[in-house]
């Protein structure tokens, strides 16, 4: 199954939201979930239904007897980000999950039985209640409130990722993990990698609020995902010399790679999008 999502994944984002065989024509979107345990990202492709402002996605796993992982990850958190097809391209949203009740639930998965007679298969093979889950996509509005929430929000992130950054290097000068010497110093690595990661995926998403809202961040806003883009490759590239088993030299020096210019990135950030913060 992993291998399977894997392919749709891929399809999904080289085709702009479009894929063929089983999948043809469903109306498909990527959820990013944070992990409830790994905290590491987990991304899975959902049916969807567009319900005005928000998306509506049903944790069917067609019909087996738990839950889908994603939805036990957006129960732990609910910040997920969503890759859908639009006019041929792709865009990405943040958004804010809710799982429905009672009587709310009850009816859209009543009607989405109906569009797609699958959804009624599914429930009829198993006993637990399928959730229907509404996304809601982030909205910065007209107002400076939401602006200065997300700033906020951002700044604390980037804050706790600077924090985490110099423990890494901390551990890799002593050898060890402080408070914790029993921890590999390759799992304290990938854990930095996650979280890291998952930042800049959550950020992706928060960027299309930003654009919406105010269309001249655009050349910002373009630089920072190219930006991204880049962080994610040395990512990888950190994560296949952990796998190799390498020495903190070689660890060290791929840690500088991801990390030249990642305090310029930040700064840069926070001052195209809260100039006046």
């Not at 085709?15 to 999948?23: A, D, T, Y």
Request: net charge negative; proline share 6%.
């Amino acid at each position: 199954m992993v291998e399977f999502n894997q392919r749709v994944i891929e399809e999904f984002r080289r085709n702009g939201g479009r894929v063929g065989g089983m999948f043809e024509g469903a109306p498909l979107v990527l959820l990013t979930t944070q992990g409830a345990r790994s905290g590491a990202p987990r991304t899975n492709p959902a049916v969807y239904f567009r319900d005005g402002a928000r998306l509506l996605v049903f944790a069917s796993n067609a019909g087996a007897p738990h839950h889908p992982a994603w939805y036990h990850n957006l129960l732990a958190y609910p910040q997920v980000t969503v890759e859908i097809g639009e006019d041929g391209r792709l865009r990405t949203y943040a958004t804010q999950a809710t799982p429905l009740e009672g009587a709310e639930r009850d009816r859209h998965y009543r009607e989405q039985a109906e569009r797609d007679p699958a959804f009624a298969e599914y429930q009829r093979k198993t006993t637990r209640v399928i959730p229907v889950v509404a996304l809601h996509p982030l909205a910065l509005g007209d107002g400076s409130a939401r602006v200065e929430a997300v700033s906020a929000q951002l700044r604390r992130h980037h804050a706790e990722l600077r924090a985490e950054l110099a423990r890494l290097r901390e551990a890799l000068a002593a050898g060890v993990v402080p408070d914790a010497p029993q921890r590999a110093l390759a799992e304290h690595c990938l854990t930095f990698c996650d979280h890291l990661d998952l930042h800049h995926i959550r950020e992706n998403g928060a960027f299309t609020a930003f654009e919406d809202h105010s269309p001249a961040l655009r050349p910002a806003i373009a630089r920072l995902r190219a930006e991204h883009h880049v962080v994610a490759e040395k990512l990888a590239e950190l994560r296949s010399v952990l796998t190799g088993g390498a020495d903190p030299g070689r660890i060290g020096a791929a840690l500088d790679r991801i990390t030249d210019g990642l305090e310029e990135h930040f700064a840069y950030e926070e001052a195209s999008l809260f100039p006046a913060a």
